[in-house]
């Protein structure tokens, strides 16, 4: 997924149905395999059941409460993050089961977690004394470790965490919610803090500075966005240094203390705060760092008298919002005070297809789509901007055409489709599951001038299925629009369902 230059803002939209109440209903979200989410309660024993087919929502009895936080596990199960429970809940989420299963003598405070190496899920407490929890997803063994206390402990009785995230290695960044400092888990389990200066969020005391981590594989960093914090924090998982960066000032003077819950990062590729006190929702976008807001009041009112009738909300400590899921180019927001759940529609991406005739620019209104390519006189080059599947690979971000002597594989998100580069001998393909990026293979074509019947190397680079985490389309496609043997009897020789080189 990568990151629009400057994608249009999300259309807002009220789900069918209503579920009342004063108080905030969940701050959790799991899909499972048939479009449904399920929502386990925070203050009010419920399920909050989302169909994504229909987009409706529905209340369902439950005999328990109190959990923030998903974690997506490799297993196929959705972990319920246990904050004033006993229990972690598990959403089967090819079946849409769910179980409830005892794990500990007393309420935790897990508001967050992430799955490290060998299915250990590492949830850290919200408590002024650190622990670490894991959970074997294999055995379902629960244990407890106790950090040693920052070096830089300007606040001795606030070392709460609320957000992990982890990185393509299995690496687990988390910040401190009150203190002023970055906590990882390495890939051995091993706990420490990060060095680097305090992270303040421009704010000071008992101030809550960041909710929630998000990783971004395209960047390789890990971004925090702030609760009631005036800036964002971006940690490089390359060599775990990070740095603040500003909220807009404009944006800070209009903005709810309270200005964000967790936050997702959207279809679009950019990241976005998601909705707590405040009706503003702000994004940035991990290539660049930029940052802009919007106003969505007006949504919210729906052409009601104010705010609260348009909603149902009855206090702003509830919340307009909580958790986020991303669906499809869709992104629905968890049930807080309101009694109206909200979705957020995104413009579907669209591939590039550029003639391989001519060399012109694509328009500037189309989104650039995410090129895998090599070059006669070079191997493929490694980035990590927005790979199709997986980081890092041969990828680039490209707006207008490469030059005639190289040979593409052009992908588009969410749904990968092969098109055709500016060439005259471009031979390009694409799946869901892998791609193969070649150097130019010069051959007879039915378009444009044929070059010289000479052929350069063939150098494939495999691309891994991506994580369970998403559905691989195992279906492979090959387009091509010139008589090339030899390629063809390549792929043919490579793997199973290619077409026939035309």
Known sequence: MSASQQPAWPKFKYLTNEVGGNLTKTRTMGLDASGKIHSLGYKTALIIETDTNKDTIVRKPCDTKGYIGTVDASDGYTYYMPAYSTTIPKLNRETGELTYDEKFPSIPQIRSGAEGNNGIIYMPTYTKTLKIITLDTATGEVNTITPEKPARNNFPACNHIWGAAADKKGEIYMPQVLGTNVAKIDKNGIFKYLEGEPVTSGVSGWTHKYIGAIYVEAVDKVFCLPRCGKKILVINCVDDSYHEVDLPAEYIKVANKNKNFHGFLAPDGWLYSAFWADTLCFRINPDTLEIQWKD????????????????????????????????????????????????????????????????????????????????????????????????????????????????????????????????????????????????????????????????????????????????????????????CDLWAKFVRGFTKGFNKCK
Do not use: H, R
């Open 296 to 483: 969505y009041t007006e949504d919210f009112i729906n052409g009601a008298a104010n705010i609260k009738e348009g909603s149902g909300i009855m206090s702003l400590g509830t919340g307009y919002s909580t958790a986020a899921l991303v669906k499809d180019n869709n992104v629905y927001l968890g049930l807080a005070g309101t009694n109206k759940a909200v979705k957020l529609e995104y413009e579907e991406s669209k591939s590039i297809s550029i003639s391989n005739t001519s060399c012109s620019s694509p328009s500037p209104s189309a989104t650039p789509s995410i090129v895998c390519c090599t070059t006669p006189s070079s191997s493929p080059a490694t980035c990590n901007t927005s790979s199709c599947y997986s980081s890092p690979q041969s990828c680039c971000i490209v707006s207008s055409c490469p030059s005639p002597s190289t040979c593409c594989v052009i992908c588009s998100t969410p749904t990968p489709t092969p098109t055709i580069c500016c060439n005259t001998c471009c031979n390009t393909c694409c799946t869901d599951g892998w791609v193969i990026d070649v150097k130019p293979i010069s051959c007879s074509c039915t378009i444009g001038e044929s070059p010289s019947p000479t052929v350069e190397e063939i150098n494939p680079v495999i691309i891994p299925t991506p994580s369970p985490s998403s559905t691989p389309n195992k279906k492979v496609v090959i387009k091509e629009t010139c008589g």
